[in-house]
């Protein structure tokens, strides 16, 4: 069952404005990881954060996490129109051993030129 | 990280046949897993594919239409049996190597007609 809520389910903004998405999940976890779809083709990992951590930063992606909310954050600063996708996260619902993932029902992002 | 392969990356199959589909990781992997992903839908977890044994599948799937094999730690396959037209569908598999990370391949996007 899919235990991650993702917010906004579609989000349109223009190029170099940020993108905010949020997830929220049920149980408790170990870490978290979002991923970006591109039309529908495989996933691209972008940021995993573990369930001590609040915040990591790659590049343009910023990602939050607060465990006593269930819910994490992916902020995409700058945005260009290449990053137009949809985005996922995942949880190990807990389980650390098991390699499973429960995914969000995502956030489709675009970005106009 | 892993890089991942499947194949073939789409079919148009018809009704009642089955198809089966490659993923190839490069490099020995501890954890496979396939996935389905419905058309506008998140991933859904199918089965773990375990080396030299048969594959732990998730609520809702079974092994009779979803065989899976994973003869050694970098390659599995996973059978779309009997298909019926609600099996178009986005199959990928995905890796897990010894960090937390999870990989995906390029997915296989099924049509039954």
């Known amino acids: 069952s899919q235990q991650g809520e993702e917010d906004p389910q579609a989000l349109s903004i223009q190029e170099g404005e940020n993108a905010t998405m949020n997830c929220s999940y049920k149980?408790?976890?170990?870490?978290l990881q979002w991923y970006r779809q591109n039309s529908g083709r495989g996933l691209v990992h972008l940021i995993l954060?573990?369930?001590?951590?609040r915040e990591k930063h790659s590049g343009r992606l910023r990602v939050t996490l607060d465990t006593s909310k269930k819910s994490s954050s992916l902020l995409i600063t700058a945005s260009r129109a290449a990053d137009t996708a949809s985005y996922f996260c995942?949880?190990?619902?807990?389980?650390?051993?098991?390699?499973?993932?429960?995914f969000g029902q995502g956030t489709t992002l675009q970005v106009k030129p | 990280s892993a890089v991942i392969s499947q194949k073939p990356s789409r079919d148009i199959c018809q009704r009642g046949t089955s198809l089966t589909i490659q993923c190839q990781v490069d490099?020995?992997?501890?954890?496979m897993f396939w996935y389905r992903q419905q058309p506008g839908q998140s991933l859904t977890l199918i089965a773990t594919?375990?080396?030299?044994?048969?594959?732990?599948?998730e609520s809702g799937f079974v092994i009779d239409k979803f065989p899976i094999s994973r003869p050694n730690l970098t390659f599995s396959t996973l059978t779309v049996s009997n298909m019926s037209p609600e099996d178009s569908s986005i199959y990928l598999c995905?890796?897990?190597?010894?960090?937390?990370?999870?990989?995906f391949g390029p997915g296989t996007r099924l049509t039954v007609l």
């Open positions: 954060i573990r369930s001590n951590e």
């Open positions: 995905s890796a897990h190597p010894a960090s937390n990370e999870q990989f």
């Open positions: 995942a949880t190990d619902g807990g389980s650390s051993n098991t390699g499973k993932l429960i």
């Open positions: 490099s020995q992997v501890t954890m």
């Open positions: 594919a375990n080396q030299g044994s048969e594959a732990t599948y």
């Open positions: 149980t408790s976890i170990n870490n």
